[in-house]
Protein backbone atom coordinates (compact mmCIF):
# COMPACT_ATOMS: atom_id res chain seq x y z
CA UNK A 1 0.00 0.00 0.00
CA UNK A 2 1.44 3.28 -0.81
CA UNK A 3 1.66 6.06 1.71
CA UNK A 4 -0.73 8.15 0.07
CA UNK A 5 -3.64 5.25 0.22
CA UNK A 6 -2.39 4.10 3.87
CA UNK A 7 -3.12 8.14 4.95
CA UNK A 8 -6.44 8.08 2.93
CA UNK A 9 -7.73 4.68 4.71
CA UNK A 10 -6.83 6.58 7.99
CA UNK A 11 -8.83 9.25 7.47
CA UNK A 12 -11.88 7.14 5.98
CA UNK A 13 -11.31 4.63 8.76
CA UNK A 14 -12.07 7.73 11.28
CA UNK A 15 -14.82 8.55 9.53
CA UNK A 16 -16.44 5.36 9.45
CA UNK A 17 -16.16 4.41 13.19
CA UNK A 18 -17.43 7.94 13.94
CA UNK A 19 -20.17 7.21 11.70
CA UNK A 20 -20.01 10.25 9.40
CA UNK A 21 -21.90 9.70 6.08
CA UNK A 22 -19.32 12.21 4.14
CA UNK A 23 -15.92 12.74 3.76
CA UNK A 24 -14.47 16.43 1.94
CA UNK A 25 -11.13 16.54 0.68
CA UNK A 26 -9.72 19.83 -0.23
CA UNK A 27 -6.08 19.94 -0.88
CA UNK A 28 -4.02 21.78 1.74
CA UNK A 29 -6.67 21.35 4.46
CA UNK A 30 -7.11 18.96 6.89
CA UNK A 31 -10.05 16.17 6.00
CA UNK A 32 -13.67 17.26 7.03
CA UNK A 33 -16.56 14.66 7.96
CA UNK A 34 -20.12 14.95 7.58
CA UNK A 35 -21.44 14.15 11.55
CA UNK A 36 -25.43 14.26 11.76
CA UNK A 37 -25.70 16.70 8.66
CA UNK A 38 -22.90 19.09 10.28
CA UNK A 39 -19.31 19.79 8.15
CA UNK A 40 -16.40 19.00 11.11
CA UNK A 41 -12.43 19.44 10.52
CA UNK A 42 -10.34 16.33 11.38
CA UNK A 43 -7.23 16.90 13.41
CA UNK A 44 -4.95 15.98 10.75
CA UNK A 45 -2.13 17.84 8.94
CA UNK A 46 -3.21 19.82 6.14
CA UNK A 47 -3.36 17.03 2.88
CA UNK A 48 -0.82 18.30 0.27
CA UNK A 49 -1.84 18.05 -3.44
CA UNK A 50 0.51 15.80 -4.44
CA UNK A 51 -1.28 12.95 -1.82
CA UNK A 52 -4.75 14.09 -3.29
CA UNK A 53 -3.71 13.48 -6.91
CA UNK A 54 -1.64 10.50 -6.74
CA UNK A 55 -4.51 9.27 -4.63
CA UNK A 56 -6.99 9.40 -7.87
CA UNK A 57 -4.46 8.74 -10.58
CA UNK A 58 -3.72 5.39 -8.46
CA UNK A 59 -7.29 4.35 -8.04
CA UNK A 60 -9.48 5.62 -10.84
CA UNK A 61 -10.58 3.19 -12.85
CA UNK A 62 -9.53 3.29 -16.16
CA UNK A 63 -12.29 3.43 -18.39
CA UNK A 64 -13.00 6.41 -16.40
CA UNK A 65 -8.87 7.76 -16.56
CA UNK A 66 -9.50 9.60 -19.86
CA UNK A 67 -12.87 12.21 -17.93
CA UNK A 68 -9.94 12.78 -15.00
CA UNK A 69 -7.13 13.75 -17.85
CA UNK A 70 -9.73 15.36 -20.34
CA UNK A 71 -12.57 17.32 -17.76
CA UNK A 72 -10.64 17.22 -14.54
CA UNK A 73 -13.52 15.10 -12.55
CA UNK A 74 -14.54 11.50 -12.35
CA UNK A 75 -17.05 9.66 -10.79
CA UNK A 76 -15.85 6.20 -9.36
CA UNK A 77 -16.56 3.27 -6.72
CA UNK A 78 -13.30 2.93 -4.41
CA UNK A 79 -13.04 -0.16 -2.02
CA UNK A 80 -10.82 -1.10 0.94
CA UNK A 81 -11.05 -4.37 2.63
CA UNK A 82 -10.17 -2.70 5.92
CA UNK A 83 -12.50 0.67 5.63
CA UNK A 84 -15.67 -0.35 3.61
CA UNK A 85 -17.00 1.01 0.12
CA UNK A 86 -17.47 4.82 -0.81
CA UNK A 87 -18.98 6.67 -3.98
CA UNK A 88 -16.13 9.20 -5.04
CA UNK A 89 -16.12 12.11 -6.99
CA UNK A 90 -12.45 13.50 -7.47
CA UNK A 91 -12.71 17.17 -9.17
CA UNK A 92 -10.20 19.88 -9.56
CA UNK A 93 -10.71 23.61 -8.19
CA UNK A 94 -8.15 26.27 -8.19
CA UNK A 95 -5.49 24.17 -10.12
CA UNK A 96 -5.76 21.52 -6.94
CA UNK A 97 -7.36 18.03 -6.68
CA UNK A 98 -10.30 17.66 -4.30
CA UNK A 99 -12.55 14.72 -3.29
CA UNK A 100 -16.06 13.79 -1.65
CA UNK A 101 -16.24 10.04 -0.56
CA UNK A 102 -19.69 9.18 0.26
CA UNK A 103 -19.67 6.00 2.89
CA UNK A 104 -22.00 3.03 0.88
CA UNK A 105 -22.56 0.06 3.47
CA UNK A 106 -22.86 -3.05 1.38
CA UNK A 107 -25.99 -4.66 3.55
CA UNK A 108 -28.95 -3.39 2.81
CA UNK A 109 -30.70 -1.81 5.15
CA UNK A 110 -33.97 -2.72 6.66
CA UNK A 111 -37.00 -0.08 7.08
CA UNK A 112 -36.69 -0.48 10.93
CA UNK A 113 -32.76 0.14 10.74
CA UNK A 114 -33.46 3.75 9.08
CA UNK A 115 -36.71 4.07 11.28
CA UNK A 116 -39.17 4.64 8.57
CA UNK A 117 -42.89 3.73 8.08
CA UNK A 118 -42.84 0.88 6.42
CA UNK A 119 -46.83 0.43 5.73
CA UNK A 120 -47.16 3.25 3.04
CA UNK A 121 -43.69 2.27 1.85
CA UNK A 122 -44.54 -1.35 0.91
CA UNK A 123 -47.83 -0.55 -0.14
CA UNK A 124 -46.04 1.05 -3.27
CA UNK A 125 -43.08 -1.53 -3.04
CA UNK A 126 -45.61 -4.08 -4.03
CA UNK A 127 -47.16 -2.30 -7.16
CA UNK A 128 -46.94 -4.86 -10.37
CA UNK A 129 -45.77 -1.68 -12.77
CA UNK A 130 -45.93 1.78 -13.03
CA UNK A 131 -42.91 4.58 -11.78
CA UNK A 132 -42.11 5.30 -8.47
CA UNK A 133 -40.02 8.00 -7.46
CA UNK A 134 -37.71 8.66 -4.34
CA UNK A 135 -36.90 12.46 -3.81
CA UNK A 136 -35.35 15.02 -1.54
CA UNK A 137 -32.38 16.65 -1.49
CA UNK A 138 -28.66 15.04 -1.81
CA UNK A 139 -27.90 13.30 1.26
CA UNK A 140 -31.91 13.01 2.51
CA UNK A 141 -31.10 8.90 2.69
CA UNK A 142 -33.08 8.64 -0.74
CA UNK A 143 -30.61 5.88 -2.08
CA UNK A 144 -30.96 3.95 1.50
CA UNK A 145 -34.74 4.20 1.53
CA UNK A 146 -34.58 2.70 -2.28
CA UNK A 147 -32.32 0.27 -0.43
CA UNK A 148 -34.80 -0.80 1.82
CA UNK A 149 -37.63 -1.20 -1.02
CA UNK A 150 -35.24 -3.27 -2.52
CA UNK A 151 -34.35 -5.47 0.41
CA UNK A 152 -37.75 -6.32 1.02
CA UNK A 153 -38.48 -7.07 -2.53
CA UNK A 154 -35.64 -9.71 -2.86
CA UNK A 155 -37.15 -11.25 0.71
CA UNK A 156 -40.63 -11.14 -0.28
CA UNK A 157 -41.11 -11.58 -4.38
CA UNK A 158 -39.67 -13.29 -6.80
CA UNK A 159 -38.41 -10.46 -9.34
CA UNK A 160 -36.27 -9.91 -11.94
CA UNK A 161 -34.42 -7.24 -10.55
CA UNK A 162 -31.75 -4.83 -13.19
CA UNK A 163 -30.69 -1.93 -11.62
CA UNK A 164 -28.38 0.99 -13.91
CA UNK A 165 -26.31 2.65 -11.06
CA UNK A 166 -23.19 5.68 -11.52
CA UNK A 167 -21.61 3.64 -9.49
CA UNK A 168 -23.32 0.73 -7.86
CA UNK A 169 -23.65 1.68 -4.03
CA UNK A 170 -25.56 -0.96 -2.16
CA UNK A 171 -25.16 -4.93 -3.21
CA UNK A 172 -27.68 -7.12 -2.85
CA UNK A 173 -27.52 -10.83 -2.71
CA UNK A 174 -30.00 -12.54 -4.68
CA UNK A 175 -32.84 -14.27 -2.22
CA UNK A 176 -36.15 -14.75 -3.51
CA UNK A 177 -35.49 -12.18 -6.49
CA UNK A 178 -32.36 -12.51 -9.25
CA UNK A 179 -30.69 -9.13 -8.92
CA UNK A 180 -28.52 -7.64 -12.25
CA UNK A 181 -26.47 -4.41 -11.09
CA UNK A 182 -24.86 -2.43 -14.27
CA UNK A 183 -22.53 -0.03 -13.28
CA UNK A 184 -22.41 2.77 -15.71
CA UNK A 185 -18.55 3.06 -17.24
CA UNK A 186 -17.97 -0.45 -16.01
CA UNK A 187 -20.47 -2.87 -17.58
CA UNK A 188 -22.04 -0.67 -19.98
CA UNK A 189 -20.42 3.04 -21.71
CA UNK A 190 -23.16 5.05 -20.92
CA UNK A 191 -26.60 5.38 -19.48
CA UNK A 192 -28.28 5.94 -22.87
CA UNK A 193 -26.94 2.36 -24.23
CA UNK A 194 -28.29 0.80 -20.51
CA UNK A 195 -31.25 2.77 -20.66
CA UNK A 196 -32.23 1.38 -24.58
CA UNK A 197 -31.14 -2.17 -23.53
CA UNK A 198 -32.62 -2.66 -20.69
CA UNK A 199 -36.52 -3.74 -21.66
CA UNK A 200 -34.78 -6.47 -23.75
CA UNK A 201 -33.53 -7.66 -20.79
CA UNK A 202 -36.47 -9.55 -19.16
CA UNK A 203 -36.57 -7.23 -16.07
CA UNK A 204 -39.74 -7.39 -13.75
CA UNK A 205 -38.18 -4.45 -11.82
CA UNK A 206 -36.01 -1.49 -13.55
CA UNK A 207 -33.88 0.68 -10.93
CA UNK A 208 -32.90 3.67 -12.83
CA UNK A 209 -29.78 5.97 -10.77
CA UNK A 210 -31.47 8.90 -11.41
CA UNK A 211 -34.21 10.37 -13.19
CA UNK A 212 -32.12 12.77 -15.45
CA UNK A 213 -33.26 13.82 -18.54
CA UNK A 214 -36.50 13.11 -20.89
CA UNK A 215 -34.57 10.37 -22.63
CA UNK A 216 -34.94 8.43 -19.38
CA UNK A 217 -37.76 9.65 -18.25
CA UNK A 218 -39.42 8.32 -21.92
CA UNK A 219 -37.82 5.06 -21.05
CA UNK A 220 -39.22 4.76 -18.28
CA UNK A 221 -42.97 5.34 -19.40
CA UNK A 222 -42.44 2.87 -22.10
CA UNK A 223 -41.36 0.04 -19.26
CA UNK A 224 -43.89 1.11 -17.00
CA UNK A 225 -46.75 0.97 -19.99
CA UNK A 226 -45.31 -2.36 -20.90
CA UNK A 227 -46.23 -4.01 -17.16
CA UNK A 228 -42.46 -3.03 -15.71
CA UNK A 229 -41.81 -1.42 -12.31
CA UNK A 230 -39.48 1.46 -12.26
CA UNK A 231 -37.88 2.94 -9.30
CA UNK A 232 -35.94 5.92 -9.27
CA UNK A 233 -34.55 9.31 -7.51
CA UNK A 234 -34.82 12.39 -8.54
CA UNK A 235 -33.72 15.94 -6.83
CA UNK A 236 -36.59 17.55 -5.47
CA UNK A 237 -37.94 18.76 -2.16
CA UNK A 238 -41.37 18.45 -2.35
CA UNK A 239 -43.97 16.60 -4.16
CA UNK A 240 -45.05 19.44 -5.74
CA UNK A 241 -41.55 20.37 -6.95
CA UNK A 242 -41.24 17.02 -8.40
CA UNK A 243 -44.46 16.61 -10.29
CA UNK A 244 -43.28 20.02 -11.84
CA UNK A 245 -40.01 18.47 -12.55
CA UNK A 246 -41.77 15.51 -14.66
CA UNK A 247 -43.38 18.04 -16.96
CA UNK A 248 -40.30 20.25 -17.65
CA UNK A 249 -38.97 16.70 -19.22
CA UNK A 250 -41.77 17.84 -22.23
CA UNK A 251 -41.44 20.45 -24.20
CA UNK A 252 -44.70 22.85 -23.94
CA UNK A 253 -46.47 21.32 -27.23
CA UNK A 254 -46.52 17.88 -25.69
CA UNK A 255 -47.68 18.74 -22.24
CA UNK A 256 -50.90 17.21 -23.21
CA UNK A 257 -49.23 14.16 -24.21
CA UNK A 258 -47.19 14.16 -21.14
CA UNK A 259 -49.83 14.23 -18.38
CA UNK A 260 -51.61 11.48 -20.48
CA UNK A 261 -48.38 9.21 -19.82
CA UNK A 262 -47.92 10.67 -16.27
CA UNK A 263 -51.38 10.02 -14.97
CA UNK A 264 -51.75 6.46 -16.65
CA UNK A 265 -47.65 5.60 -15.46
CA UNK A 266 -47.08 7.27 -12.02
CA UNK A 267 -47.48 4.88 -8.92
CA UNK A 268 -46.70 7.80 -6.65
CA UNK A 269 -43.58 9.50 -5.03
CA UNK A 270 -41.86 9.54 -1.73
CA UNK A 271 -40.23 12.73 -0.46
CA UNK A 272 -37.21 12.64 1.98
CA UNK A 273 -35.77 14.98 4.33
CA UNK A 274 -33.83 14.02 7.54
CA UNK A 275 -34.37 15.64 10.73
CA UNK A 276 -31.93 15.65 13.98
CA UNK A 277 -32.40 13.34 16.43
CA UNK A 278 -34.14 14.17 20.02
CA UNK A 279 -32.04 11.58 21.50
CA UNK A 280 -29.25 9.50 20.95
CA UNK A 281 -27.57 11.74 17.71
CA UNK A 282 -28.11 11.06 14.48
CA UNK A 283 -31.17 11.95 12.28
CA UNK A 284 -34.85 10.81 11.63
CA UNK A 285 -36.23 10.23 8.31
CA UNK A 286 -39.57 12.81 7.63
CA UNK A 287 -41.28 11.75 4.55
CA UNK A 288 -43.82 12.91 1.99
CA UNK A 289 -45.87 10.29 0.09
CA UNK A 290 -47.93 10.76 -3.12
CA UNK A 291 -49.81 7.63 -3.84
CA UNK A 292 -51.39 8.14 -7.51
CA UNK A 293 -54.94 6.89 -6.89
CA UNK A 294 -58.06 7.91 -9.09
CA UNK A 295 -58.16 10.99 -7.92
CA UNK A 296 -54.74 11.92 -8.56
CA UNK A 297 -54.90 10.85 -11.65
CA UNK A 298 -57.21 12.81 -12.48
CA UNK A 299 -55.81 15.61 -11.74
CA UNK A 300 -53.09 15.33 -13.33
CA UNK A 301 -55.24 14.82 -16.36
CA UNK A 302 -56.69 17.69 -16.18
CA UNK A 303 -53.59 19.97 -15.23
CA UNK A 304 -54.92 20.74 -11.51
CA UNK A 305 -51.30 19.93 -10.10
CA UNK A 306 -51.50 22.80 -7.51
CA UNK A 307 -54.42 20.70 -6.07
CA UNK A 308 -52.07 17.77 -5.12
CA UNK A 309 -50.89 19.80 -2.07
CA UNK A 310 -54.29 19.94 -0.19
CA UNK A 311 -54.36 16.41 -0.83
CA UNK A 312 -51.32 15.56 0.74
CA UNK A 313 -52.16 18.11 3.78
CA UNK A 314 -56.60 16.37 4.15
CA UNK A 315 -54.78 12.95 3.67
CA UNK A 316 -57.80 10.84 4.22
CA UNK A 317 -55.62 7.70 2.82
CA UNK A 318 -52.96 6.74 5.00
CA UNK A 319 -50.70 6.45 2.11
CA UNK A 320 -51.04 10.26 1.26
CA UNK A 321 -49.69 12.62 3.28
CA UNK A 322 -47.46 15.90 3.70
CA UNK A 323 -44.56 16.39 5.43
CA UNK A 324 -46.23 18.42 8.13
CA UNK A 325 -48.33 15.32 8.96
CA UNK A 326 -44.88 12.87 9.50
CA UNK A 327 -43.43 15.66 11.42
CA UNK A 328 -46.08 16.11 13.52
CA UNK A 329 -45.97 12.19 14.45
CA UNK A 330 -42.57 12.39 14.79
CA UNK A 331 -42.85 15.27 17.26
CA UNK A 332 -45.91 13.34 18.94
CA UNK A 333 -43.65 10.42 19.20
CA UNK A 334 -41.38 11.94 20.91
CA UNK A 335 -38.51 11.59 18.52
CA UNK A 336 -37.58 15.22 17.30
CA UNK A 337 -37.77 18.46 18.99
CA UNK A 338 -40.80 20.95 17.88
CA UNK A 339 -37.79 23.24 17.41
CA UNK A 340 -36.61 21.11 14.76
CA UNK A 341 -39.77 20.03 13.26
CA UNK A 342 -40.92 23.91 12.55
CA UNK A 343 -37.18 24.06 11.62
CA UNK A 344 -37.66 21.79 9.04
CA UNK A 345 -41.33 22.19 7.60
CA UNK A 346 -41.96 23.19 4.56
CA UNK A 347 -44.77 25.16 6.14
CA UNK A 348 -44.29 25.85 9.76
CA UNK A 349 -47.53 28.03 10.54
CA UNK A 350 -49.70 25.53 9.32
CA UNK A 351 -47.49 22.78 11.36
CA UNK A 352 -48.20 24.93 14.35
CA UNK A 353 -52.04 24.54 14.10
CA UNK A 354 -51.64 21.02 13.90
CA UNK A 355 -49.79 21.00 16.87
CA UNK A 356 -52.71 22.97 18.86
CA UNK A 357 -55.47 20.37 17.35
CA UNK A 358 -56.25 22.16 14.44
CA UNK A 359 -56.45 20.07 10.87
CA UNK A 360 -57.47 20.71 7.71
CA UNK A 361 -60.07 18.89 6.98
CA UNK A 362 -60.19 15.51 4.50
Known amino acids: MTPHTELFNDLLKLAVDSGASDIVIKSNRPGYVRLSGRLKPVDME ?3 P ?12 KVFAKNWIDYGQADFAYSSPEVGRFRVNAFHQRGTVSLVFRHIKSVAPTFEQLGLDSAPLLDL ?8 LICGATGSGKSSTLAAMLNWINQNL ?7 EDPIEFTFQDDKSVFQQREIGLDVPDFALAIKAVLRQNPDIILIGEMRDRETFE ?5 AETGHLVLST ?3 GTVSQALTRLFE ?17 LRGFVCQKLIPALEGGGRVPCNEILAADSTVRNLIL ?16 SGTFSFNKDIYRLIKAGKVSKADGLRFSPNPQALEMNLKGIFLKS
Open 158 to 164: DRHIITL
Open 125 to 132: AKSKDGIL
Open 46 to 48: PIQ
Open 50 to 61: HEAEAFVEEHVP
Open 302 to 317: EGQNEKVQGLLESGAD
Open 249 to 265: FFPPEQQLLARRQIASS
Open 219 to 223: TAISA
Open 234 to 236: MHA
